[in-house]
């Protein structure tokens, strides 16, 4: 009655079942994931050359999300007072997100200044924290490797408050890197797919 075992894996031969269909469902729309890492190489690219129209697309992409979630909270909020639930929380959510909407789109800079001062301050605290931690840490155990990230992290978090303009365009190219290199991940995974699109349905994937 019970469930038989592939020797290989020691896997349930039902599992290996579910496994196989999901790789080929994967292989037959190898497309989708080439178009995915070309879009984010697309991105990483405009990111690395044009970090300015980024950064304006990534405020107004963060004002439109304000927006639309302070409405539907304030929505929320409303069918909450006509149940006699308790609303106000769902209301001052509601108007604070519209409030961030409205001066990220009315003062964008303002929005990227305190976006940058903020990722600041978390530098320099958590540096501060990793520091302590390393006080307490034994040498032989990166006690110095510690500290030194702790520095690091602080010295950053000073130059965000010194040049916060600078450090966006910095953090801006921090995330084209990463979306080069994430698209890049998934172009290839794409074509490893594409070598596998024939296979027949749900078979059990070989050496798996």
């Avoid at 130059?159 to 990463?178: C, K, N």
């Amino acid at each position: 009655m019970g469930t038989t075992f592939s020797a290989d894996n020691a896997l349930p031969n039902s599992e290996l079942a579910k496994s196989g269909a999901m790789n080929a469902m994967l292989a037959r729309n190898w497309w989708v994931m080439a178009l995915r890492g070309v879009c984010a190489v697309l991105f990483g690219l405009i990111a690395l050359l044009l970090p300015g129209v980024t950064i304006a697309s990534l405020v107004l992409l963060f004002a439109a999300y304000m927006l639309f979630d302070g409405v539907f909270a304030i929505v929320a909020g409303v069918h909450a007072a006509t149940r006699r639930e308790r609303w106000w929380p769902f209301i001052l959510e509601g108007v604070i997100d519209l409030a961030a909407g409205v001066v990220a789109v009315v003062a964008p800079t303002a929005t990227i200044l305190a976006f940058v001062w903020l990722s600041g301050a978390w530098a320099v605290v958590s540096g501060v924290m990793m520091i302590a931690a390393a006080i307490r840490l034994r040498t032989s155990h990166g006690k110095w490797w510690l500290g030194f990230g702790g520095l690091v992290s602080i010295v950053w978090g000073i130059l965000l408050f010194v040049a916060p303009i600078e450090g966006a365009v910095v953090m801006t190219w921090w995330l084209g890197a990463y979306a080069l290199v994430f698209g890049g991940v998934l172009i290839v995974l794409a074509f490893r797919l594409r070598g596998h699109r024939n296979e027949p349905r749900g078979a059990v994937p070989q050496g798996a």
